[in-house]
């Protein structure tokens, strides 16, 4: 089969840039070759048969036949060419024009000329002409018609071949022509205008809906839409991730029994907009109904937040904000306090002073070094730094992390025990924030923990699936009082502390997506940091 012809638009060699889409343009062209078939069967099966008007070839049987039997076949060997594209689309459009002009004038002369009404038939091909082609060509198509039908009367007249002539009605037809070529030349231009604006539109629509599509499917929230009967139109990765479900649920039961009848809970109290489940990895997830109406149907959306990462979100607000208040704090109270201390040591070198203002100078010094060690731990928080997660190997890093901690502080190596699992132990966190977490229990269990009674325990194994860095001391353990502030900010049991080494060391674990906890271990005190285990999650 031959070569299909690009779909484009086939402009009239002898128009304007002028045409019509090429699907379109090749449908109307088949019909209207399908009607020029029938007529030229009707031309040739009415005269053979008698069944036709007496008029059809009454004047010259021989020109009838002739014309009738070319007619027909110069469609049949168009129809090849058309319906298997043999030639371009302007081409085929033009020929079947011109011998409707050539040939329907030859019948209409053999049936006894103008009078017989068979030149109206030239009224469709001029419509076909505008359709099918359109602009100047139109033109063209009517003015030939018309200089056809005139040629015919002239002929007629000159010869005496007809008993009369009738001019007025060619030049009424040749105007009818006309008429109908323009209207349809204006109609083809409209619809030409409105198919390229339904086009253009519904390429936009469809751009529009690619880009919310991927818009929906990245957004960091997870989103689920779903009708009254709980059957799911959208689902993002995001959620699809969240609630560990995959591929394309039909109801909201597929994905989540619990959802589901959340959902069947909030329709009935719809002034209740958030809820929180728990799904199969123990992440808490909150939720968020909203109702869509659409038109004449409704629609519920379903937003899903990991609550860790909003933890996470709020958390690096909160150390913005401290930020910008030590920044404050650093200015207004480190200078000063300076000050003060610096005073104080030369107060205290001063021969003259008795003991006794030589111990006010001592608690003088002490008291400042320890609000200059506070203002030091309230700068951490400012000077924080987005964590930068790297796949960390434990059972490489924690030895050489122990070896360098007894060496910075002068501790000997007999108060520690480090406890490693021989399994593969890769955590996903920033090291450097992870340092600064170990610093800080580790020195908590040297200064609380009575490392007299027995050496302070690291420990690092799997705990059923989770990954932990366990520091196990001797103390005497928290309070129960105390339990529920032992992270907050500024709290302490002691009275040389400065309350912030555990709260920050809780914000670092938090914004590694980590979780800091403490135990009561059978009388000793325990400090759980459950990670990230790299072997399962890779993505940083």
Partial sequence: ?????????????????????????????????????????????????????????????????????????????????????????????????????????????????????????????????????????????????????????????????????????????????????????????????????????????????????????????????CDENQYVSMINETASHLLGFSGSPESLSCINRQLSEIFSKWRKTPSRHFFFIKTNQQNEIQIHFQELPVHQETYFLIMLEDMAIYNQRLQQSKLASLGRLTASIAHEIRNPLGAISHAGQLLSECPDLSPEDQRLTGIIQIHAQRVNTII?????????????????????????????FLSEHNISADQFNLSLDDTDLCALIDPGQLKQIMDNLCRNALNYGSPEKGKITIKCYYLLTELVIEVIDLGAGI?????????????????????????????????????????????QSCFRLVLIDANKKTEL
């Fill in 376 to 404: 030091e731990d309230i700068l951490q928080l400012s000077r924080r730094n987005a964590s930068k997660k790297l796949k960390i190997d434990l059972l490489d890093w924690l030895p050489h992390y122990l070896e360098n």
């Fill in 1 to 225: 089969m031959p070569k299909a012809i690009p779909e484009t638009i086939f402009p009239c060699p002898f128009s304007k840039s002028y045409g019509i889409p090429g699907r379109q343009a090749w449908l109307i062209l088949k019909i209207y070759l399908i009607y020029r078939f029938i007529l030229a069967c009707l031309f040739v099966i009415l005269f053979h048969s008698r069944f036709g008007p007496s008029l059809l070839g009454s004047y010259d049987q021989k020109l009838y036949i002739i014309s009738s039997g070319l007619f027909l076949l110069v469609t049949l060997i168009s129809a090849i060419g058309v319906f298997w594209r043999l030639s371009p689309y302007a081409a085929q459009a033009q020929i079947l024009i011109f011998t409707d002009i050539l040939f329907i004038t030859l019948i209409m002369h053999a049936s006894g000329g103008i009078a017989s009404g068979t030149g109206m038939l030239l009224v469709v091909s001029m419509a076909a002409g505008g359709l099918l082609i359109g602009g100047r060509c139109a033109i063209l198509f009517a003015a030939l018609a018309t200089l056809a039908i005139l040629a015919e009367q002239i002929y007629a007249d000159t010869n005496n071949t007809f008993d009369g002539t009738t001019y007025t009605y060619a030049g009424m037809l040749g105007t009818a022509f006309f008429t109908i070529a323009l209207l349809t030349v204006i109609l083809a231009e409209r619809t030409e205008k409105s198919e390229r604006l339904a086009n253009q539109r519904k390429k936009t629509i469809a751009k529009l809906e690619t880009l919310n599509q991927s818009i929906i499917q990245h957004f960091q929230s997870g989103m689920i839409i």
């Fill in 479 to 523: 309070a129960a009082d105390d339990l529920e502030h032992l992270f907050e900010p500024f709290f302490t049991t002691s009275g040389s502390g400065t309350g912030l080494g555990l709260y920050i060391s809780r914000e670092l674990a938090q914004l590694n997506k980590a979780k800091l906890d403490y135990y009561d271990n059978d009388g």
